[in-house]
Structure formats: C-alpha cells, structure tokens
C-alpha cells in the first residue's frame, strides 16, 4: 500500500471521528438550548461535511483495495477514541483498553501486510 | 428500557434493523466501487465519480436506513450496552466479502481481522463509556 493510501484512510477515519464528536455535542446543546440558534446549525453542517468527506474518500478507496482489507482500519477509530478521550477528558487508560488497542494495532499491521 | 415497544418498533429487532443495513452498505459501495473504478484517474481519489454508479446510491440509502434505526435504538438501549452488540458487523463484513464479493482471503488477512475483532470486543463497553461523556 502506498504512502497516499495510508493517508486517505487515517483522513477518512479522522473526519469520520470528528464528525461524531462535533454532532453528539451539537445534539446535547440542541436539549437545553433548541435548534433554531447558528451555533446548532452551524456544528450540524460541520459534522454532516466531514461525514461526507469521508464518505468519498472511502469510496475513492474502495476502488483500489479490497473491502476485507479496507474494512479491518476502521479498527483505528477505536484508538482515535481513546486518544481524544486522555487528551479531552483527561481519562486515565485502563489496561482493557491499552490490550485492546494494542491487539487492533497488531491485527491492522497483519492486514496491510496482506 | 420501560414501555418498550413491540413490533418493528421494538429497539432491539432495530438493532439488527441497522446492523443488517451497515453491513449490506458496506457491500454496494464496494461493489459500486469496482463497477466504475478508475484507478489511473487521480480525480477519482475523490470517490466522487462512484456517483455514477446506481449501487452506491443504493448503499446511501441503506446508510441512511441504518443512522434512522441507530438512532431510534439509542433512545431505548444504553450506548455501552448497544454500541458493543453492533459490532458484531466486524464479523460480518469479512464473511461477506469472502461469500457474496469473492474476494481471497490470505491466512495472513483472516489472523489480522481476528486480532482486530478480538481487540473490539475488548474495548467497546469501555469506548462506549467514553462516548457518551465526549
């Protein structure tokens, strides 16, 4: 796999990821404060651009590759996850989830070798 | 979970509403994919031109289908408790592609999805945990 493709896919997931966040926080806001306001709308049209972001470049992917081997990289947003979660919340790692992590890592670097 | 409802509304026959939709998306986009690939065409790095192809709106379709039910779950099941069941479509998507797309599996491949699903099954309560104080 080339340099380019690793890119895309860690791309693709990044926006992938922050497209959640940004949503989940624009819906709790929406609880208290409603929907008719430009910080809600405005975070909704972030989260649905990078959502489509992703969306193509995943499919700009899925000409090249195979979904079997594409497929298993989505494991990476997990580790995303847990980054923004110590770095965000300052949550300590526990060791589930450092194992986990390091089993994803482990099984990614298995597929792109394949 | 109180006054859950029964029928196609009932949260869990949702669940697998959705699971089924993510995992049959997965697989028009890949065969919508191939069917216009353009590998020699930078521009197609975009994945714009897979517009072009029927099976990829089919599979926006189904993706809309899956985020509708998604939703739909989470205001009757805990994140922690549904978000770890929907992965199950990890195992799926690798079965689909060696049964309906065709694609070869190498040893070497099977071991790595493995070592991903097991390291998903290890996380996902935590990372659902996590998820719902991001």
Redesign the interface.
């Known amino acids: 796999m080339s340099f380019l493709a690793f890119m895309f896919i860690v791309i693709s997931l990044l926006a992938f990821v922050t497209a959640q966040l940004i949503l989940k926080k624009a819906m709790e806001f929406s609880a208290t404060k409603g929907m008719r306001n430009s910080y809600f709308v405005s975070r909704v049209a972030i989260g649905v651009v990078l959502m489509t972001i992703s969306f193509f470049l995943t499919l700009g992917l899925l000409q090249r590759f195979d979904l079997s081997y594409l497929y298993p990289f989505q494991g990476l947003s997990v580790i995303f996850i847990t980054m923004l979660a110590t770095v965000v919340l300052k949550e300590k790692i526990n060791a589930r989830l450092t194992i986990g992590a390091l089993l994803i890592t482990a099984g990614i670097v298995l597929v792109s070798m394949s | 979970m109180q006054n859950r409802p029964s029928g196609f509304g009932n949260p869990w026959l949702q669940l697998g509403v959705s699971v089924v939709c993510v995992f049959g998306s997965?697989?028009l986009?890949?065969r919508?994919?191939?069917e216009?690939?353009?590998?020699d065409d930078a521009f197609?790095?975009?994945?714009?031109n897979?517009l072009a192809s029927p099976l990829?709106w089919w599979a926006i379709v189904l993706?809309i289908a899956s985020f509708l039910s998604w939703l739909y779950v989470l205001r009757y099941i805990p994140l922690s408790l549904a978000y770890p069941l929907s992965r199950v479509v990890?195992i799926l998507?690798?079965l689909g592609?060696?049964i309906f797309?065709g694609?070869l599996?190498?040893t070497?491949?099977w071991?790595?999805?493995?070592?991903?699903?097991?390291?998903?099954?290890?996380?996902a309560k935590?990372?659902a945990k996590?998820?719902e104080?991001?």
């Open positions: 997965e697989l986009l890949k919508g994919a191939t216009i690939a353009a590998p197609s790095w975009t994945g714009i897979g990829v993706i990890d998507v690798p592609c060696w797309l694609e599996i190498s070497l491949r071991c790595g999805i493995a070592l991903v699903v097991f390291g998903l099954a290890l996380v935590p990372i996590m998820e104080r991001l």
